[in-house]
Structures are given as structure tokens and as C-alpha cells.
């Protein structure tokens, strides 16, 4: 148990509609990570916030947003959703971005 | 074009037998992590190497990165059918404060 937490951990949705996805950090890391992971492009980062604040951003579409709240849990928004999104998404959180503790995901499904 | 190339993509041995995974690229990092990702869960980060030419034992797992901290290996003797699994190495490219992952090799140890 690395202690990240992930809700849910299965969503099945249509596409065009929008999903949340929520993760809370292990106590005491203050940086969550968002990373898409999918057959054929493997595991890719989306988006960091620290303490609130958004710290790096990677191939996040943007048609996904996220924000980090002041107890430090996260949502990742994704709308408009494509077939395409199907994937596993995963939180991670950590004190620094080399050593990182992942969630157990949320499998995305849009049909 | 993926920055980190891991080999081989597919590895199926029988228990007991010694392997060796690679993590290749043409740039380079500042810290090589290595984790395992088992069916329907998160990566669990198994290393982080950060100096070139180290190398690091955990139980039957031996790791190493490379001189020009361009690569590093994942060594593992007397594989068991626990070990079986995706290993991803993921790194962090100098400068930058985000992992990159590999595509990883998904091990199968045969009883």
C-alpha cells in the first residue's frame, strides 16, 4: 500500500461527457502527479501541482484540467471525452518528482 | 520516439534462470528510477540510481547506471515466478523536474 488513494477505480462513460477523477497524497507530500497510461504510449505525465499550485505540465490535452486542494487532494477534470481516452490514469505523489509513490488508478473506459 | 528504450519489450524464462533488462538513451539524466507494475496496479518504485557508475543490490536485484548516466540495467538472479511483471525505468532529464518512462519489459518467470 504506497498510501495514495484513488476514486474510483473503475469508470465507464459515453463519449462527449466529462468525468472527475480523484486522488488524495500520502500525508505529508505536498506534490501530486497525474500520469495517463495506455497501451501504446505507456505511461505519460500530464500535469504536477505543489501545495496548490500548478509546477509542471506535460501532454495534457486541453480538454483536461486538474487543481489541488487546500487539504491537498486532487481532482483531474477530463471532458469532452474520445474513445481515445481510454486508459488507466494514475496519482502520484512524493517529496520530490525522483521518487514518486503511485495510486492503484482509475481505469477509464469511454465507449 | 521514445526518450528512454528499454529491451527487450518481452521476456519469458523459467524459474531459477539469471536476466538482464536494459534502459537505453541518447540523453542524460540526473536519476534513473526503476519500478514494477503488477496487473490492475500502480508502478512500485523498486530504485532511484543518481550517481553514474553506481550500482544497486535490493535481495536478487542488482541495478546500475550507466558512466554517462545515459543508461542503466536491471540484473536479476535466480528468478522466481513472484518476480513476474512490467518493469519501467523512468528518469529525470537534467534541467528538467518530471519523469519520463520507458515502455517498459513485461516479465513472465515460468514455474
Known amino acids: 500500500d504506497s498510501g495514495v488513494t484513488q476514486t474510483p477505480k473503475h469508470l465507464i462513460t459515453a463519449t462527449g461527457q466529462r468525468v472527475t477523477l480523484r486522488c488524495s497524497p500520502r500525508s505529508g507530500d505536498l506534490s501530486v502527479y497525474w500520469y495517463q497510461q495506455s497501451l501504446d504510449q505507456g505511461l505519460q505525465f500530464l500535469i504536477q501541482y505543489y501545495n496548490g499550485e500548478e509546477r509542471a505540465k506535460g501532454n495534457i490535452l486541453e480538454r483536461f484540467s486538474a487543481q489541488q486542494f487546500p487539504d491537498l487532494h486532487s481532482e483531474l477534470n477530463l471532458s469532452s471525452l474520445e474513445l481515445g481516452d481510454s486508459a488507466l490514469y494514475f496519482c502520484?505523489?512524493?517529496?520530490?518528482?525522483?521518487?514518486?509513490?503511485f495510486g492503484p488508478g482509475t481505469r477509464l473506459t469511454v465507449l | 520516439t521514445q526518450l528512454l528504450e528499454q529491451s527487450p519489450q518481452f521476456l519469458s524464462i523459467q524459474e531459477g534462470e539469471n536476466l538482464t533488462v536494459y534502459c537505453n538513451s541518447s540523453s542524460v539524466f540526473s536519476s534513473l528510477q526503476w519500478y514494477r507494475q503488477e496487473p490492475g496496479e500502480g508502478p512500485v518504485l523498486l530504485v532511484t540510481?543518481?550517481?553514474?557508475?553506481e550500482v544497486k543490490k535490493l535481495k536478487r536485484l542488482t541495478f546500475q547506471f550507466g558512466d554517462a548516466r545515459k543508461d542503466s540495467s536491471l540484473h536479476i538472479t535466480a528468478a522466481q515466478p513472484g518476480d513476474t511483471g512490467l518493469y519501467l525505468c523512468a528518469g529525470t532529464l537534467q534541467g528538467a523536474q518530471k519523469l519520463v518512462f520507458g515502455q517498459g519489459t513485461r516479465l513472465t518467470i515460468n514455474p
Open positions: 540510481v543518481v550517481t553514474g557508475g
Open positions: 502520484a505523489s512524493g517529496q520530490s518528482y525522483n521518487e514518486q509513490f
